[in-house]
């Protein structure tokens, strides 16, 4: 392979990378907060202050002072709705002018129904110390844009999935005082393709695909305090850095750029966003519990995917640090029957002038509902619904096919999410042991 046709290559290889981890269902920008049916009743208002194993994503604390085991286990639908449009996305060939890119312009429901299951484990081996195990894929998506849509050369098929396995361990300092922390086991595994325009518009698209997979490694810690009436939970997640191995399939690339058409192997970096999180829950009455949480993303992390051997460059990405913020109510109709609500405020790390059609992604607001109910002694079912409303946003982030080299083929994009929403619908059972 000459060193023009491997910068070819790995060029379009690495604006594939690029928009990997792009998108989710309905949190923000790829994180997927549905960890706990309790919690999804009232919006994520009070997880890092409440106790149980319900609670092991939030804050590794919860688990401090229990007594004897308890265990969680969860499923959540994911129906997300919107449309994503163009509105004038043109495409500039090597010495051609610019000229409409084509296709349907208009993608209907790109991002896929979704089903994620989550469980969790903890038991007291001690009056203070306590053990836990959470099995959670916070990261996980799944988009499909068909191969007519004007979004084909920033987006086509992309699935992501993560496994999170997090031992944890907490130990009650005091009555009021616990401590925790956990290990984070993160495995990701994607695959997600995009078309290749080829140097003339009277030739069909040319597509490249990635697949890659690996395990990495983050770390959580956090304290909980409570005293009369008030729970506090403050925890720290770490940002993780994936490191994905696999390969790139590249082919139906014609005339000058055929000889392109190979496999190769490839790797790319990235990192999650570490999370500082604050919570309350106070007791107002013998009846009704408020919640609040505040969360503090560290999108920051993820500022570029970083591509080795033999390309060694970056694809900036840009995200912006975000803010989440929820309030919410329990209320117990009678010691085996409880309600819940809550609303959410979710802001998107996507920054104008750099989201792609891999993340139709916008500032939302999550209106959230649920019940508990106890059929026995130890064994009470969750439930809950979610509302999720989506801002419309701009989608015009600038990108190249075979970007650095002779056949660099800029992609203008300029499109528009538009009546995004999702509804969120949750199953689940807590056992005390």
């Known amino acids: 392979m000459t060193k023009i046709s491997q ?6 290889g690495a604006s594939l990378l690029a928009t990997a981890m792009a998108s989710s269902a309905n949190a923000a920008a790829f994180y997927l907060q549905e960890q706990s049916i309790r919690g999804a009743g009232r919006a994520f208002s009070g997880e890092g202050a409440d106790q149980g194993a319900a609670s092991l994503w939030w804050n590794p604390a919860s688990i401090g002072g229990m007594t004897g085991g308890e265990a969680a286990l969860g499923v959540s639908a994911i129906l997300p709705r919107g449309t994503v449009e163009d509105r004038g996305t043109a495409i500039v060939r090597p010495g051609q002018p610019p000229a409409g890119v084509g296709g349907n312009p208009r993608a209907k429901n790109p991002i896929n129904n979704g089903v994620l299951p989550s469980g969790a484990i903890a038991y007291a081996l001690t009056p203070r110390l306590s053990v836990g195990f959470a099995v959670t894929s916070p990261f996980s998506f799944t988009t499909n844009y068909a191969a007519d849509s004007w979004a084909r050369y920033t987006a086509d098929k992309t699935k992501l999935r993560t496994i999170d396995l997090q031992p944890s361990i907490a130990f009650a300092i005091a009555p009021e005082f ?3 922390a956990a290990a984070n086991i993160e495995h990701a595994d994607a695959t997600l393709s995009n078309y290749l325009p080829n140097l003339s518009a009277a030739l069909p698209d040319g597509h490249q695909s990635l697949e890659g997979k690996g395990w990495d490694l983050g770390w959580s810690v956090g304290g909980q305090f409570r005293s009369g009436p008030v729970s506090v939970g403050l925890s720290y997640k770490s940002s993780v850095k994936h490191k994905l191995s696999g390969t790139v399939t590249t082919e139906g690339l014609l ?9 190769l192997d490839a790797e790319a970096d990235f990192r999650t966003p570490w999370q500082a999180i604050g919570s309350i829950r106070v007791r107002a009455t013998d009846k009704l519990t408020l919640n609040g949480q505040i969360v503090r993303f560290g999108w920051n992390k993820f500022d570029a995917i970083r591509l080795g051997a033999p390309l060694n460059t970056a694809i900036p990405e840009l995200y912006g640090n975000t803010w989440s913020y929820a309030g919410g109510v329990d209320y117990a109709v009678n010691p085996g029957w409880t309600l819940r609500a809550g609303i959410q405020r979710d802001e998107t790390p996507t920054q104008n002038g750099n989201r792609d059609a891999r993340v139709p992604d916008g500032d939302r607001w999550n209106f959230s509902t649920g019940t508990s109910v106890a059929v026995t002694r130890g064994l009470t079912l ?3 619904a979610s509302y999720i409303k989506f801002k419309n946003a701009s989608i015009d982030r600038l990108t190249a096919a075979y970007a650095g080299t002779a056949a660099q083929t800029p992609i203008v994009v300029n499109g528009r999410l538009d009546n995004a929403h999702a509804v969120v619908l949750a199953l689940g059972a807590r056992l005390t042991f």
């Open 7 to 12: 910068r070819i290559v790995l060029a379009a």
């Open 178 to 180: 616990s401590i925790g």
């Open 255 to 263: 005339g000058p750029l055929a000889a392109q058409n190979r496999q």
């Open 382 to 384: 969750d439930a809950a």
